[in-house]
């Protein structure tokens, strides 16, 4: 049964579909902006302009969706960018909602693009205060679901976060925007080339007391169920591949949409070794994937939503 594509094909178990990917895109100020990231090879620091022209391509090729991260033009000490309903997200969404029809556009509700430390909230006594952390989240993602967000997506991994989230978002009328929690999000080195695109790495010390500790995978499911019981609709694991033990527990523990995030340091060791001759850039991309999604994910967010779709156009 392998002797030919078309007999593999006929009994192949596991199948992507762009439909199934989201795309991480970077929104900046100013106008006409498209500057490359230099970690991560043709992903793009992208002016609202020019995002609404990338989403529209996106929508053309048949990808789920893309999922925005901010570059405000000024940052503090409170995070105040994250939930001005005139943030850069805010105005993002408006504009790709004007121009676009079927393409579903999630939000990061986090806090580190906006903090002018690069933690994930509150800085007290040199650490994360998690409960006054919980009130900006739960501005953040009422602010992106008045602008239109389809999903909003909670990646801080401070306690509660999806409770206080589901609650504002129900007691102003957003009883049916779906949160997709980063509910198993680990401390991870391949997080590294993001820093460089979301300019957000920690002025201090690191995110290790609120991200999970990569050898846990009894807490992961743990955080998992609380996120639920807080009402989340769909989880994540993040990163994808260094995890997908992870994602295979999840997927038989949990009767939910479960995502994956393939995080920036996949994509660019990918993306290094391919250009180095080392490995042949189209079908460890598409391993890649199909691994995440034969481990149980049913959603992947990559930076290689653009070239898997074509590929399997």
């Known amino acids: 049964m392998r002797g030919s594509e ?13 439909a199934k990917f989201i795309l991480p895109l970077f929104v900046c100020p100013g106008e006409g902006v498209k500057r490359e990231i230099g970690a991560m090879p043709d992903n793009y620091q992208m002016s609202i302009d020019q995002i609404v022209k990338e989403c529209a ?14 570059l405000p033009e000024t940052k503090d000490e409170s995070a105040s960018g994250a939930y001005d309903d005139q943030g850069i997200v805010q105005r993002a969404l408006r504009a790709i909602k004007a121009e676009t ?11 580190c693009e906006y ?34 967000a ?7 991994m401070m306690d509660g976060r999806v409770a206080a989230i589901r609650q504002a978002l129900d007691a102003n009328g957003f009883e049916k925007t779906p949160v997709l929690s980063y509910a198993a999000k680990f401390a991870s080195v391949f997080y590294g080339p993001f820093r460089e695109a979301a300019e957000s790495a920690p002025q201090f010390g690191d995110r290790r007391s609120y991200q999970m500790d990569p050898a846990n995978a009894r807490e992961a499911m743990r955080e998992i169920e609380l996120d639920l019981e807080e009402g989340a609709d769909m989880i994540m694991v993040k990163p ?49 994937l199909t691994s995440i999604a034969r481990a149980g994910a049913e959603i992947i967010l990559t930076y290689f939503a653009k070239p898997a779709a074509k590929l399997l156009a």
């Open 57 to 70: 391509e996106v929508e053309r090729l048949g990808v789920g969706g893309v999922i925005l991260f901010g």
């Open 240 to 288: 994808a591949m260094p995890y997908l033990d992870l994602i295979a527990k999840a997927r038989e523990r949990f009767d939910v949409p479960i995502s994956a995030y393939q995080v920036s340091g996949e994509y660019s060791m990918i993306v290094a070794a391919a250009r180095n001759g080392w490995l042949d850039y189209d079908r460890a991309m598409m391993e890649s």
């Open 6 to 18: 078309p007999l593999r094909a006929l009994v192949r178990e596991t199948r992507l579909d762009p």
């Open 115 to 148: 903090t002018s430390h690069g933690h994930c909230g509150f800085v007290k006594d040199g650490d994360v205060d998690n409960d006054i952390t919980l009130q900006w989240l739960a501005r953040t993602a009422l602010s992106h679901a008045r602008a239109g």
């Open 150 to 156: 389809d999903i909003v997506a909670p990646s801080d």
């Open 101 to 111: 029809r079927k393409l579903l556009v999630l939000t990061d509700v986090c806090n």
